[in-house]
């Protein structure tokens, strides 16, 4: 009773905590942060830890940083590199979203990348108490990430969903509010960026950055041939030469240099589709595919995998914030919460 009474009084958050980008929802007001999950660390003369910077601000440091800052990105393969900065970011950006806005202490859903272990879930966990949080709640991401592509999960229903993110794909087959099935492979974003960048220079002798290579891969990167090839030009290093110099790039040659990742997605997917029960498996002939998350939005990707496994695959609605969107859902959903959160 005084629980509830609480909860009708604070600001109750849903937190997409990602490898590539952190979302924080507050219920009833919509998404107020949507930031890069990176933090900039400084270290004093005893090396001692400071953080100069998280979020956007901190990515925009990312290889430009001399010595005694570095630019760290805690979650970045889907597990926890560093937990000390991992808690350091939680803080900053529930501190950051709550300020001075409820008396009470927020109730708070957190969406964590599917394959971390016990003692990393639980990490993340205390960090949001510490920071000041009432309760804290998980939620896998594979549900999460159909919750908010609008699927309907509480069907006696299969539903297949691929959430693309950063640092992982992971792929969950949903039927009555529960996840039947359900892979995670650190093949993603980063990795495609790291693909084009050894590409890149095996091909054209350049050195180029992953942030340049990330920027390449959202302008004219491509899963499948183009009627008309799109074209840019790349400034870098030559590798042999040692002077800057710039090329010109065009999908085609993404479409190569991405070549190898986006075939293990495909096989990754390929394989849970093998593995679905076959009453499951008929539903997914029938509903689909959803692709999630920022990895969706690749050209041509969902006629790539739709190609490869002879059924329809959709884009959801904003890929990049269908994880957030969901997580918030879970948040307005007690019953579907108390499913798909595991406390420990
Ligand atoms: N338009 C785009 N085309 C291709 N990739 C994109 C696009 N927009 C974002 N991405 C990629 O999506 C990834 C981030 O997706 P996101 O779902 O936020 O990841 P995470 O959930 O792991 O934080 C990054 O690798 C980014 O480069
Ligand atoms: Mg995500």
């Given at each position: 009773?005084?629980?509830?009474?609480?909860?009708?009084?604070?600001?109750?958050?849903?937190?997409?905590?990602?490898?590539?980008?952190?979302?924080?929802l507050i219920k009833g007001q919509g998404?107020?942060?949507?930031?890069?999950?990176?933090?900039?660390?400084?270290?004093?003369?005893?090396?001692?830890?400071?953080?100069?910077?998280?979020?956007?601000?901190?990515?925009?440091?990312?290889?430009?940083?001399?010595?005694?800052?570095?630019?760290?990105?805690?979650?970045?393969?889907?597990?926890?590199?560093?937990?000390?900065?991992?808690?350091m970011m939680i803080r900053y950006f529930?501190?950051?979203?709550?300020?001075?806005?409820?008396?009470?202490?927020?109730?708070?859903?957190?969406?964590?990348?599917?394959?971390?272990?016990?003692?990393?879930?639980?990490?993340?966990?205390?960090?949001?108490?510490?920071?000041?949080?009432?309760?804290?709640?998980?939620?896998?991401?594979?549900?999460?990430?159909?919750?908010?592509?609008?699927?309907?999960?509480?069907?006696?229903?299969?539903?297949?969903?691929?959430?693309?993110?950063?640092?992982?794909?992971?792929?969950?087959?949903?039927?009555?509010?529960?996840?039947?099935?359900?892979?995670?492979?650190?093949?993603?974003?980063?990795?495609?960026?790291?693909?084009?960048?050894?590409?890149?220079?095996?091909?054209?002798?350049?050195?180029?950055?992953?942030?340049?290579?990330?920027?390449?891969?959202?302008?004219?990167?491509?899963?499948?041939?183009?009627?008309?090839?799109?074209?840019?030009?790349?400034?870098?290093r030559d590798s042999v030469e040692g002077?800057?110099?710039?090329?010109?790039?065009?999908?085609?040659?993404?479409?190569?240099?991405?070549?190898?990742?986006?075939?293990?997605?495909?096989?990754?997917?390929?394989?849970?589709?093998?593995?679905?029960?076959?009453?499951?498996?008929?539903?997914?002939?029938?509903?689909?595919?959803?692709?999630?998350?920022?990895?969706?939005?690749?050209?041509?990707?969902?006629?790539?995998?739709?190609?490869?496994?002879?059924?329809?695959?959709?884009?959801?609605?904003?890929?990049?914030?269908?994880?957030?969107?969901?997580?918030?859902?879970?948040?307005?959903?007690?019953?579907?919460?108390?499913?798909?959160?595991?406390?420990?």
């Amino acid at each position: 009773m005084f629980k509830k009474l609480l909860g009708r009084f604070s600001n109750d958050m849903a937190i997409d905590l990602g490898t590539a980008n952190t979302l924080v929802l507050i219920k009833g007001q919509g998404i107020s942060i949507n930031e890069p999950s990176v933090v900039a660390i400084q270290y004093d003369k005893h090396g001692q830890e400071h953080i100069l910077a998280v979020g956007q601000e901190a990515k925009d440091m990312v290889g430009k940083t001399p010595g005694n800052i570095k630019a760290i990105r805690p979650m970045k393969d889907g597990v926890i590199a560093d937990f000390n900065v991992t808690e350091m970011m939680i803080r900053y950006f529930i501190e950051k979203s709550h300020k001075r806005k409820s008396f009470f202490s927020p109730r708070i859903i957190i969406c964590v990348p599917y394959g971390l272990t016990q003692v990393e879930r639980k990490a993340v966990k205390e960090s949001a108490l510490n920071a000041g949080a009432r309760y804290v709640y998980l939620i896998e991401e594979p549900m999460a990430a159909a919750i908010g592509a609008g699927l309907p999960i509480k069907d006696p229903n299969g539903n297949l969903v691929v959430d693309i993110g950063g640092g992982t794909t992971e792929i969950g087959v949903i039927s009555l509010g529960g996840l039947v099935l359900s892979k995670s492979i650190r093949i993603a974003g980063d990795k495609l960026d790291a693909s084009i960048a050894n590409y890149i220079k095996q091909k054209f002798n350049l050195l180029v950055g992953d942030r340049v290579a990330e920027e390449l891969k959202i302008k004219i990167g491509t899963a499948v041939p183009l009627e008309e090839d799109l074209v840019t030009v790349v400034r870098g290093r030559d590798s042999v030469e040692g002077s800057l110099t710039s090329i010109e790039v065009n999908s085609e040659h993404l479409r190569e240099a991405m070549k190898e990742p986006i075939r293990e997605i495909g096989e990754a997917l390929k394989s849970v589709l093998e593995e679905t029960p076959p009453d499951l498996a008929g539903d997914i002939v029938e509903n689909g595919i959803v692709l999630t998350g920022g990895g969706a939005l690749i050209r041509g990707l969902d006629k790539y995998l739709s190609d490869l496994v002879k059924l329809p695959v959709y884009i959801a609605e904003d890929p990049l914030l269908a994880v957030a969107r969901g997580t918030g859902k879970a948040l307005e959903e007690i019953d579907i919460l108390q499913q798909t959160s595991y406390e420990d």
